[in-house]
């Protein structure tokens, strides 16, 4: 009986503390499906989507334009950022970690999964089972409050593919070497070979990866 109080405490606690953080904000920014550090399945990171969207946000895709948020017509600090980790040995761990548009951690929450996921070197395998520990209990718990969100001195669209290459000189620390584009775009071929993303996903995402080559 204790056991179950405890857990019904906590549970309440988990939700109540991840349900004020999320009322600030509308909008998820999805993590890459490939990164220098971690490839994800597509159709997994689609399930992620999918949860957010049941909570109440609206996902959005990483590096792609959003007019409304550049010109200041949506207000880019109503958008959480998603870091997906993963360390993979003989349990796998998988960590969220949300940011808000001043670059705080939010909130965090890891989950360890009993089975081993051999997704391949550098790729997240186990994430559906992850969103539905991690996201699962957030359902219904969502009601946007504007008085919780952070404020952007800058009004800066912090995410904005444009507004960052605009700056790349005070953000090098985020800027993809050559030779990391290279192994993404290797690594991209690899998923739409396996039909892991479809060749609309590979083609953008190519075209993106081809600028940083090229250039």
Do not use: H
């Not at 939700?15 to 953080?21: D, H, P, R």
């Not at 409050?145 to 290459?165: D, M, Q």
């Not at 050559?178 to 190519?206: G, P, Q, R």
Request: neutral net charge.
């Amino acid at each position: 009986m204790k056991k179950l109080l405890s857990l019904i405490i906590f549970l309440y606690c988990f939700i109540a503390n991840a349900q004020e953080f999320f009322n600030g904000y509308k909008y998820v920014l999805l993590p890459p499906i490939v990164s220098p550090e971690l490839t994800i399945k597509a159709d997994e990171l689609n399930n992620t989507a999918m949860y957010i969207k049941k909570i109440g946000l609206i996902p959005i895709e990483n590096n792609t334009r959003y007019p409304d948020f550049e010109t200041g017509k949506k207000n880019p600090c109503e958008v959480l950022k998603l870091e997906i980790l993963g360390e993979m040995e003989y349990w796998i761990r998988i960590t969220f970690n949300f940011y808000n548009c001043n670059e705080e951690r939010v909130w965090t929450k890891q989950v360890k999964l009993a089975d081993f996921y051999d997704a391949g070197p550098g790729r997240l395998g186990g994430l559906k089972k992850a969103n539905k520990k991690i996201l699962g209990p957030l359902l219904k718990s969502y009601s946007f409050n504007k008085s919780l969100t952070p404020e952007n001195s800058n009004n800066v669209c912090w995410f904005c593919p444009s507004i960052n290459n605009q700056n790349s000189s005070s953000n090098n620390e985020n800027t993809i070497t050559k030779e990391e584009a290279i192994k993404m775009l290797k690594e991209l071929k690899e998923l739409l070979e396996l039909e892991l993303i479809t060749e609309k996903e590979f083609e953008k995402k190519s075209e993106e990866l081809k600028e940083i080559i090229l250039d």
